[in-house]
């Protein structure tokens, strides 16, 4: 267990740590419920990993000793979870945690359950010595977001989760000046491209490390073993000028009738003609693999990117607002 405070009380129940090993079930029962047709729209198996962790019972705790994975704290009522709020280290090293799984029974929301869980988990973190929360909400939740404006949180990006469902037409790669693949040599071009697509809000959050991008031995084998596992594959190309990366994308293929991905990185200064070019190279590449749909994140302040990936089928499944709460220390 993540946080060992004591328990908050209200009159109809009561807020305490959430207890993986007796929770877990009880969790997956109450996101179903509240999150309802959401999950499956966007292809998420977290209740279904969550019933196989549940059946773990007791050895949960063990499991959770070893990589603490789940934490926060659950509203309890009439010895029934009606509540949930998730909490996970995101990076110890700064004491970000990252906030999911905001979830409060049908039956029992608009009682002050969510927030009341939400302060109670932010009082653990504090505790915990973390330094911000960050956590996604659809731009268009309305309750969930008044709640956190509440709370004091704000909006540093706006992501698009994108799909492109059906097959994909077998087609020709169209030609592209100055496009290579990339190799793991390319990794340094890789940050400098990342760092400068990526607004400078969010980095301020979520600073791109070097060490994300350099390549390491336990890297490669990770790739080596996904791909022999489940086909997984993934391969970049970029559009250079002289040494400097100014464009790429990357597909993410994982074999015959699965979610492909594709996702587009173009510097501020050469958006507009690139992305049109290199979504269609991405998708006449992916094409080989026959995926059932291909997936792809964009932020909102690469509308470009947006235009051309809609421009090719994608439809919008949801719009994320990305928040932060500074805690005092
Ligand atoms: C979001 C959610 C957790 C809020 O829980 P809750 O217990 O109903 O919230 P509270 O009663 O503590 O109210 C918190 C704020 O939301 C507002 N709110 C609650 N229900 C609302 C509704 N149906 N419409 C508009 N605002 C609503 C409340 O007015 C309150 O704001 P206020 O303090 O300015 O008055 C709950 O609605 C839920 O589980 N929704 C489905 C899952 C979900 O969307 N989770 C969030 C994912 S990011």
Redesign the pocket.
Known sequence: MIFATTCVSASEGFARPADPARDMGAIADL?EV???P?LAQTGNTLVADMRSLAALGPLLTVVEHVAPFVGGFV?EQDGRVV?N?TATPENPATGRWFV???????A???????????EATLEGIRRRRGRCVV????TD??????????LGFRRFDTVAELIRPGLLPSRTRPHVPGMRRLGSDDWQELLDLARAATPREVQQVRPIEAQAFRPTLGRRLQEWFNSFLSGQQTIRWGILEGNRLVAAVSILAQGAAGTARLDLAVRPEARGPLEAPLADYGLAALADWVPHAVASTVSTSHAEALQALQGRNFTTLRSLDQLILDLPS
């Open positions: 996101i509240a999150f309802g959401e509203w509540g709020v999911s799984n905001v979830a409060v029974h049908p029992f929301q608009g009682r002050g359950i969510g927030r009341r869980l939400m956590l996604q909400v659809r939740n309305e309750p969930a977001q008044r709640l956190y404006r509440r």
